[in-house]
């Protein structure tokens, strides 16, 4: 369990710091240029990134039973988890409707992919984990918007084309997510 909050400090701490201390983030960002910034920032979440999945990996196997999740979370939670990929997705394109509307489409993912986890898991180390990112995303949502109004920060939408390819792509990683990659990497199968 120490591993992950560990884990869990460095990954949304990083992913914080824009949200609770701008002032500061943009002083390092003059003292160390964009640049060794953005790779300070991508070292520090990916260090973060690991030592969370292997914290969960190994505390998992002895956290204790908070709720016994009915089968039907599993279902629930596949398809928040579906939503989820489109919502990342779309903020990884250039122009989206759904990025004009929404402004923070990946926190938005975060918190559909962490309530999804959290409802059908049910042991310590999923409270941690998912509550974790569920409070992160959530508040990040109230200050990213708040930010986005006040300096009334306009997303492009020209048409629907990306948000279209974002359906057909958060698609195609879901499936590859679900039922490839999640069984090899955190050893549950979704849907076995």
Known sequence: MALLLVGLVLFIGIHSIR???PEWRQFMIEQLGSKNWKLMHA???????MTTIMGYGYA???????WFP???TRHVAA???????FYMIVAAMPYSKTKSR???PMVVGVKLWAFAHLISNGTTADVVLFGSF????????????????????????????FDLLAVVLSLIAYYIVAFHLHAWLIGVAPFA
């Open 19 to 21: 949200l609770f201390a």
């Open 43 to 49: 070292a520090v979440a990916f260090i973060g990134l």
């Open 60 to 66: 998992r196997y002895s956290a204790e039973w908070l």
């Open 70 to 72: 009915p089968v039907w």
């Open 79 to 85: 398809l928040l988890v579906l939503v989820a990929f």
């Open 102 to 104: 929404i402004g923070v």
């Open 134 to 161: 569920l409070a992160w995303a959530v508040t990040n949502f109230v200050i990213s918007k708040r930010r986005i109004r006040s300096e009334e920060v306009v997303y492009q939408a020209p048409d629907f084309k």
